[in-house]
């Protein structure tokens, strides 16, 4: 009786987990594919020919970054809104999931990012056909540097990731009484790192955010696209995971 017991309760446990990270799975899917619609949705505004909002410049890009995030966090709220593989490593090594929780918020996030990738190009396909510009193309979907330095790039990636994680760690509790407004701190400190350190390799400080959409940029049949600068691409991967773990590591230093 007790071992029927056991096996019993080991099943539901096994149940409930599985349906809690199944969630996590979808919720940081929809939020990520929201996140990336609405985040490279503004940069096809603005860089496509023959849009309402060509030529916005880079303030509409970083303002509707930042909004993109705001929305994406309230969306993606039952998982906890990582919408990001760095930010779940650090609440990984900060002790808020468990090893087993990973795959399936990281899995969510880059499905979710080429999802919301090719819901860009679907809306944007006739904008992408009347732009001759291969990099304006790409830039609708990853980023790339302005002046291509590997180190330089990389360190960008690092610092920029770096402010974002270590500012998320020490968001103050009080911020939970913002009510419908919680998401609003991240989507500052995402607006200003777009708009002070976002001029060197575009402010990826994700890499689901870069790599997704860059492997939707591969696979759909865009007019002219050009290459996908693969050589370039492990940079918005590495230099965010990096970024994650130094801000972690200083955040438990100092606290």
Known sequence: ????????NS???????????????????IGTAILILLGNGVVANVVLKDTKGHGGGL???????AIAVFIGVIVASKSGAHLNPAVTIAMLMDGNITVDQVLPYIGGQLIGA???????????????????????????????????????????????????????????SATNDLGGLNPLPV?????????????????????????????AHAILPIKGKGGNNWEYAWI????????????????HAVN
Not at 237 to 247: H, K
């Open 59 to 65: 303030i509409a890009i970083t303002f509707g970054w």
């Open 1 to 8: 009786m007790p071992e029927i017991l056991f096996i019993r």
């Open 187 to 215: 989507a500052l400190i995402v607006l200003s790192i777009g708009l002070s350190l976002g001029g060197t390799t575009g402010y990826a400080i994700n890499p689901a955010r870069d790599l997704g959409p860059r492997i």
């Open 114 to 172: 080429i999802i919301g990738a090719i819901l860009v190009y679907l809306i944007y396909k006739n904008h992408f056909n009347a732009t001759p510009e291969q990099d304006l193309k790409q830039a609708c979907f990853c980023t790339s540097p302005t002046r291509k330095d590997t180190l330089t790039n990389l360190i960008s990636e690092i610092i920029g990731t770096f402010v974002l994680v270590f500012a998320i760690l020490n968001i103050p």
């Open 236 to 251: 918005p991967i590495v230099g965010p995971i990096v970024g994650s773990i130094i801000a972690v590591l200083l955040h």
């Open 11 to 29: 099943i539901l446990y096994l149940s409930i987990k599985s349906l809690k990270q199944m969630e996590n799975f979808i919720s940081e899917l």
